[in-house]
């Protein structure tokens, strides 16, 4: 009867034992991951009232997300000024945490997407970066910009000087077609020889994404779709129902889509198997075009320092703790960037447009990051 007792009693306890320990590792494992963001997670919580009042940042690395945040600190006046630009933008107002589906204006991250399609028709051997934009766009060879590389205008070295922004989007407001648009930038001014001025504005890509369209004979809103979007299956990114698109800054996306992006990027061309865009065209928009001997017309006080390819700002971690890494940060504050020696990519959405600060605080984020991940 003992040993009848014994056995029934020994294999119960150490099942209970072996749960127990299961409970523990699961737990303690979970209090490890917590611990592990900590410091990423005082930064948002620190940090969202001063960019918008809310924000969702998200990190990918080794074939999954690891990190997924979203904090909504919106103060009454900046509620208000969000169902306002919820309903401008077609959104439900009601909505004011960011999720990873939240589809909004990314402004100049558009750059990197844009990019991305006209190297596309490079790898197609259907362009060359040295091909001069005069062969399909003759009105800018009759006002000598005829010899502009396809290069210098995915890197802003076409040597236009272009207005200040606020006039450049108001012109454009009016602006009926692609040819139209082109014409408007014809008669710009130069203010250097191209590939010796760097001057970051938005008529490099428009004259890039008028060339793919001549080439194509399709929109540049569907070569997007067709090329970029539908590959990676970035269904609620596009470049809006204009009568033209802005490729420079015309965008909207999400959390979910851009990340999608940033990863084809992280992986050299390579998405879910398929090679979206070659090696050497991601190489060549990560090679800085910013020499000695560049002469800097214009560049946003936030960007001092940094290199640019193509789409995307190459920098350099003044701090040596970390090689160069890419980004394309937007005017409403949303901010992908790619760290190619700790493999991984990481998209900050929010919406904001004082951008005093932003700089420090998107670097210092960008250090927390660098620490955190392993």
């Keep these: 009867m003992r040993a009848f007792v014994t056995r029934l009693i020994y294999p119960t306890f150490f099942r209970l034992a072996i749960i127990a320990l ?67 933008l077609g ?4 909505k004011e945490d960011y999720t990873m589906t939240t589809r909004q204006p990314i402004a100049s991250c558009s750059k990197w ?34 010899a502009i590389t ?62 793919v369209e001549k080439i194509s004979a399709q929109s540049f809103e569907e070569l997007f779709a067709e090329r970029i979007a539908l590959p990676l299956g970035m269904k609620n990114t596009d470049f809006g129902k204009r009568k033209i698109a802005y490729p420079a800054g015309g965008a909207s996306s999400t959390p979910e889509d851009y990340l999608a992006f940033l990863t084809m990027i992280l992986r050299k061309g390579n998405f879910n ?8 065209s991601i ?4 090679n800085n075009r910013i020499t000695p001997g560049i002469r800097i017309a214009y560049s946003p006080s936030e960007a001092s320092g940094f290199g640019y390819g193509y ?3 190459i920098v350099h971690d003044p701090t040596g703790k970390s090689n160069e890494w890419v980004t394309s940060p937007g005017l409403f504050g949303s901010f992908p960037w790619i760290e190619n020696e700790k493999q991984y990519a990481a998209f900050l959405m929010t919406f904001y447009i004082n951008g005093k600060g932003r700089n420090e605080r998107y670097l210092e984020l960008k250090r927390l990051v660098d620490e955190t991940v392993q």
Aim: a negative charge.
């Design 150 to 211: 396809i290069s210098e205008c995915l890197s802003h070295l076409t040597g236009i000087k272009e207005p200040p922004l606020k006039e450049t989007l108001r012109k454009m407001k009016n602006i009926e077609s692609m040819d139209q648009a082109i014409e408007e930038i014809a008669k710009m001014p130069m203010e250097g020889e191209p590939g010796k001025v760097f001057h970051y504005s938005n008529a490099g890509l428009q004259i890039a994404a008028a060339v």
């Design 113 to 146: 997407l844009s990019a991305a399609v006209i190297m596309s028709f490079v790898d197609e051997g259907k362009l060359r970066l040295d091909d001069t934009v005069g062969t399909w766009l003759p009105v800018l060879s009759l006002h000598g910009k005829g």
């Design 91 to 94: 959104n439900d107002p009601e």
């Design 22 to 88: 299961v409970f523990f590792l699961v737990a303690t494992d979970a209090s490890r991951a917590q611990s592990h963001f900590t410091k990423l997670d005082n930064w948002m919580e620190t940090h969202t009232k001063d960019i918008g009042g809310r924000a969702i940042l998200v990190i990918y690395k080794d074939g999954t997300i690891i990190y997924d945040k979203s904090v909504n600190a919106m103060s009454r006046r900046q509620k208000s000024m969000n169902e306002y630009i919820e309903k401008k």
């Design 283 to 286: 190489e060549e928009m990560e």
């Design 273 to 280: 198997g398929k090679q979206i865009l070659s090696e050497k």
């Design 311 to 313: 789409g995307e700002w």
